[in-house]
C-alpha cells in the first residue's frame, strides 16, 4: 500500500481469514526487502525479510512474495488475530548500502 | 533478540527548550544507528544517520544545527532538538544494526514522542 496524503490505506479482515497487504517499491536495485509491524505509539517491529535471490518466504503465519519485474511485494498473514491489527510497513535496502527506505504503509483492522 | 532502547519514551516542554534523546544497543554494537521523523498517519522519514566516532549524515533539508547528532560509543547515539519549537513535535526513532551485519534488518526502539507547547 501507498499512503495517499495524509491517510493510510485501510484493509479490514475478519478475525481468522488471510490477509494480503501489498507494497510497490521504487528502486530495481534495491535487493533485500523487509515487512515491519508498527503498533500505536511503538517503534516498528520486524516481521519478515527477503532478498532479491528469492520470490518467496514463510514465516510463522506469514509469508512474503516478492516480484522483481514489476516491483511488487506483498504480506500474506494467514488466520488474522485481532493482535494483527497494526500498520505494516514495507521498506527496501540495499545489501550493500546502510538506508532503508519505507514504503507509505498500511493499516490493518481486523474485526473479531 | 537485538533490542534498541529509547529514551524518553515522552516529552512536553516549552518551546525554545532543547531536548536530548537517548538511543541504546542493549545487547549488540552498533557502528551505524539511525534517526527517523514520523508524523501522524504517515511513514518513516530518515533524518540522519548516527556514525561511531564520526560525524553523522544527514538527508536533505534536515538542519545539522537543529538536530545534534552524537555517536560517542558502539552502543549510544543521542538526537538534541535544540531551540525546540510547536513544528518539531514529532515522533522520533531510532534504529540500529549490529556492526557487521549488511544484509541484516535494523532494529527500531519504541520511539520518542515530543511535543513542544
Known amino acids: 500500500g501507498e499512503s495517499v496524503g495524509l491517510h493510510l490505506p485501510t484493509l479490514s479482515v475478519q478475525e481468522g481469514d488471510n490477509s494480503i497487504i501489498n507494497c510497490a517499491y521504487s528502486?530495481?536495485?534495491?535487493?533485500?526487502f523487509i515487512w515491519y509491524k508498527q503498533e500505536s505509539g511503538k517503534g516498528p517491529q520486524f516481521i519478515i525479510d527477503i532478498r532479491s535471490n528469492m520470490d518467496k518466504r514463510q514465516g510463522q503465519r506469514v509469508t512474503v512474495l516478492l516480484n522483481k519485474t514489476v516491483k511488487h511485494l506483498s504480506l500474506q498473514i494467514a488466520a488474522t488475530q485481532p493482535g494483527d491489527s497494526a500498520v505494516y510497513f514495507c521498506a527496501e535496502n540495499s545489501i550493500a548500502g546502510n538506508m532503508l527506505t519505507f514504503g507509505g504503509g498500511t493499516r490493518l483492522m481486523v474485526k473479531p | 533478540g537485538a533490542v534498541v532502547s529509547q529514551h524518553p519514551s515522552r516529552v512536553i516542554c516549552k518551546s525554545g527548550t532543547s531536548v536530548k534523546i537517548e538511543c541504546r544497543s542493549l545487547?549488540?554494537?552498533?557502528?551505524?544507528m539511525f534517526w527517523y521523523r514520523q508524523f501522524p498517519k504517515q511513514s518513516l522519514m530518515l533524518m540522519a544517520t548516527?556514525?561511531?566516532?564520526?560525524?553523522?549524515?544527514?538527508e536533505q533539508g534536515v538542519e545539522k544545527d537543529k538536530f545534534l547528532i552524537n555517536h560517542a560509543s558502539l552502543t549510544l547515539s543521542t538526537l538534541t532538538v535544540t531551540s525546540a519549537h510547536p513544528e518539531d513535535s514529532s515522533f522520533y526513532i531510532c534504529?540500529?544494526?549490529?556492526?557487521?551485519?549488511?544484509?541484516?534488518?535494523?532494529?527500531f526502539g519504541d520511539g520518542t514522542r515530543l511535543s513542544i507547547l
Open positions: 534504529s540500529a544494526r549490529p556492526t557487521g551485519t549488511g544484509n541484516q534488518p535494523q532494529h
Open positions: 548516527s556514525n561511531e566516532g564520526s560525524k553523522a549524515t544527514y
Open positions: 528502486n530495481s536495485a534495491s535487493d533485500y
Open positions: 545487547d549488540f554494537q552498533a557502528t551505524t
